[in-house]
């Protein structure tokens, strides 16, 4: 029933990078506009970054912008979001989703669908 698996997440200190990798075997990533959120510990869902269905228009929350990057890796049916310069604030566990309701916000959650299990991000300070 899962539909997105999501992988690399680690414990680490701030200041350092991680990559996350996001696949699927049931849909083809390259073919949908995918989003990566995230829960910290305590708080409600959040969105984090955004790719369209064609790979060519990027969002960011303000909170990781200029520090996180969004791509997609159609040969490999791979979403991936690197993170550089890690904070403490950005420890969390981190999900992949497409967007099944295109005509909604591309930051809502609700409008995303097919969600993996999640890959637990923790930052040190």
């Known amino acids: 029933q899962v539909q997105m698996v999501e992988s690399g997440g680690d414990s680490v200190q701030a200041g350092e990078s991680l990559r996350l990798s996001c696949t699927s075997s049931?849909?083809?990533?390259?073919?949908?506009?995918m989003g990566w959120f995230r829960q910290p510990p305590g708080k409600e869902r959040e969105w984090v970054a955004f790719i369209n269905a064609w790979g060519d228009e990027t969002y960011y929350t303000d909170a990781v912008k200029g520090r996180f990057t969004i791509s997609l890796e159609g040969a490999k049916n791979t979403l991936y979001l690197q993170m550089n310069d890690l904070l403490p604030d950005d420890t969390a566990m981190y999900y992949c989703a497409s967007r099944v309701r295109h005509d909604g916000r591309f930051d809502d959650p609700i409008n995303f669908g097919h969600w993996g299990p999640g890959t637990r991000v923790t930052v040190s300070p």
């Open positions: 049931f849909l083809t990533l390259n073919r949908e506009a």
